[in-house]
């Protein structure tokens, strides 16, 4: 199995996600996404690092496997849906052409150091990653107590789409992925048609 990880915004990987995902799964290939804030150029280069990790781990018999935290979420559904494969997705951007509005201007990702600006176009572009619900096998899931995301909206939003499972307390950075092991399981066990 190849499990991609991507990170949230202004954040990188590895992280604490794809750390989680190796002592869960030791056998599987965990392949850490990195990506730019501006989608259009960011997909492109997470395309790249798919495409070499195929190359690096020929698909023959894996299943693939799409993880990310909260705009990292939103662009694993995506990723999940262009590569025919399935998402975990914790505490995710629901509409990230909304919610990111607030950082438009210079940022810097608190992981790596690295300043960068997030302009109007680069949200306004977010709206064309949308998926259609119910096309993509996916697990969200959430901490009650996210204090960036309105964890009962994103609720609402899911029910009826995806697998939904909410843990009481928690953060934004999700602290409940190890626990979440038998749900992440019966959705790589399920067969979707």
């Keep these: 199995m190849i499990i991609f990880v991507l990170h949230g915004f202004a954040s990188a990987t590895p992280n604490d996600n794809s750390a989680a995902m190796a002592e869960l799964y030791p056998d599987a290939n965990i392949v850490n996404l990195n990506y730019e804030f501006d989608p259009v150029v ?57 919610s990111l509005t607030r950082f438009i201007g210079a940022n810097t990702n608190y992981r790596t150091g690295v300043t960068f600006e997030l302009t109007e176009e680069n949200v306004r572009n977010y709206a064309n990653f949308h998926v259609a619900e119910g096309v993509v096998p996916t697990l969200v899931l959430l901490d009650e107590d996210d204090e960036v995301i309105d964890s009962a909206a994103t609720v609402k939003h899911y029910t009826g789409k995806a697998s939904v499972f909410m843990y009481k307390g928690g953060s934004h950075r999700f602290e409940h992925l190890r626990e979440s092991k038998s749900l992440i399981d019966d959705l790589l066990n399920t067969v979707f048609v």
């Excluded at 190359?55 to 799409?66: N, R, S």
């Excluded at 990292?72 to 494969?85: D, I, K, Q, T």
């Design 42 to 98: 960011g997909m492109d280069q997470v395309h790249d690092q798919i495409e070499a990790a195929f190359e690096k781990y020929p698909l023959l018999d894996f299943q693939l496997l799409f993880v990310g935290c909260s705009l990292g979420g939103f662009v694993a559904r995506y990723l999940a849906w262009v590569y025919g494969s399935k998402a975990v997705i914790m505490n995710p951007a629901v509409f990230p052409e909304e």
